[in-house]
């Protein structure tokens, strides 16, 4: 039996990191609803693909012969659970411009749409490329399938980019969506870095290369994959608390709108002592 390198204790620590971060996304997912909060929905995928990868990697180092198709395993999940990260950044850009705009330009659905559909074929890809390269560690079809899905990862990439980049500076913000924009901003330069360690990673045929998930440079790995991660997972989080927020305003604008229409069918005015009164019971 193999002992732990430095990537195998990594993996412990994303273990932890992920476990309460997963439990915590499903709480929200459970609390605000899966449809509504879509954001909570995909960090909790990227929590699950990330415990995976990092369990393949405590595995395959505590193994004396690792099998070509567990490390073929690691390195696909590691390389499609750049996915969800960028579809929980989709929804909360569309939240975004839910609240900004009440209701989505048909051109931006459209765009919104195109880049699911493009990061789907993107997580096809890579599971197909990566099943291939288990079989046989040098072949060319499974490296171009890797290729080409990170590829389409990073065209997604810049469009949200220009997307955010565009609500930023042209759209009539206000406070609650220029603040989910803002946050979304943050984390794109940390997830383009993560992406620039996966590309290098995908476009190198050796398992020798300093990018390797399993093999390469340990403080490459923990400063340009791991950390990244973590910062865009915080970051989001956070962006996720403005939703809970919004949500939270939405409810209680919802039940005075009620009330007013109410007092108003009844000959009160929405702003004369009997509405107030209505207020302070309820």
């Known amino acids: 039996m193999g002992s732990l390198t430095a990537h195998g204790y990594i993996a412990i620590v994303e273990i932890v990191i992920y476990v309460i971060t997963l439990t915590y996304s499903i709480t929200n997912c459970l609390r605000y609803g899966f449809k509504r909060q879509a954001g909570w929905v995909y960090l909790s995928f990227f929590c699950v693909l990330r415990l995976c990868a990092s369990v393949l990697v405590i595995i395959v180092e505590k193994s004396s012969h690792p099998s070509s198709a567990m490390i073929a395993a690691e390195v696909t999940v590691s390389s499609i659970a750049l996915t969800p990260l960028h579809l929980a950044l989709l929804g909360f850009l569309t939240t975004s411009a839910q609240l900004a705009l009440g209701e989505i330009p048909e051109n931006f659905t459209k765009l919104f749409r195109l880049c699911r559909v493009v990061l789907l074929v993107a997580i096809i890809l890579g599971i197909v490329g990566g099943n291939k390269l288990a079989d046989d560690s040098v072949s060319q079809t499974g490296h ?83 950390i990244m991660e973590f910062i865009v997972v915080a970051v989001l989080t956070a962006t996720g608390f403005k939703l809970q927020k919004y949500s939270g305003k939405e409810k209680m604008v919802d039940r005075r709108s009620a009330l007013e229409y109410e007092l108003r069918q009844a000959g009160y005015g929405v702003h004369g002592r009997a509405l107030r009164n209505a207020e302070t019971i309820e």
Do not use: C, E
């Open 144 to 226: 171009t399938m890797s290729r080409v899905s990170i590829s389409l990862i990073v065209g997604v990439f810049v469009v949200l980019t220009l997307v955010t980049l565009y609500f930023l500076i042209f759209a009539q913000l206000d406070s609650q969506s220029r603040a989910l924009t803002i946050g979304i901003a943050v984390a794109l330069p940390f997830l383009l870095v993560r992406i620039i360690y996966a590309l290098v990673n995908a476009f190198s045929s050796s398992t020798a290369n300093k990018f390797n998930d399993l093999t390469g440079d340990w403080v490459i790995y923990l400063v340009m994959g791991v």
